[in-house]
């Protein structure tokens, strides 16, 4: 048999524990670590929770949206950027200062790029 991805793993345990009563859950988790030791998954246990996080989040409807910006935002400013995410949004707030001025905003493999570093590269391509 093939050897699951540990995002195979984290869906399948994403649905076992949601199809699970409330005092199933240990046993669900307990056959769960012994299927992993079985295929020899342990060492990926760190990638199986990393997937698992971001399945539940993506299954219960919550957007993950980066925000990088060339200075430290104002929560009034992050919550002006976040708001036509909906309400559902978590965000994590980064700051790079080589993006000289604007924000760089991702939504899963969507970029969102006004960033002043950005239009220079495209007037500089333009120029060229």
Do not use: C, W
Request: charged letters at 30%.
């Amino acid at each position: 048999m093939a050897t699951l991805l540990p995002v195979q793993y984290a869906k399948i345990l994403y649905t076992l524990l949601h199809e699970a009563k409330d005092k199933e859950v240990s046993d669900v988790l307990k056959v769960f670590v012994t299927l992993l030791h079985k295929d020899q998954m342990l060492l990926k246990i760190d990638y199986i929770i990393a997937a698992f996080e971001k399945h539940a989040k993506k299954e219960d409807g919550i957007r993950e949206i980066e925000i990088t910006s060339a200075r430290a935002l104002s929560a009034k400013s992050i919550t002006e950027i976040v708001k036509p995410f909906g309400k559902n949004v978590e965000t994590t707030v980064s700051v790079d200062k080589s993006l000289i001025g604007g924000v760089v905003v991702r939504d899963g493999n969507i970029i969102f790029d006004a960033s002043i570093k950005k239009q220079l590269q495209e007037l500089t391509r333009s120029l060229a």
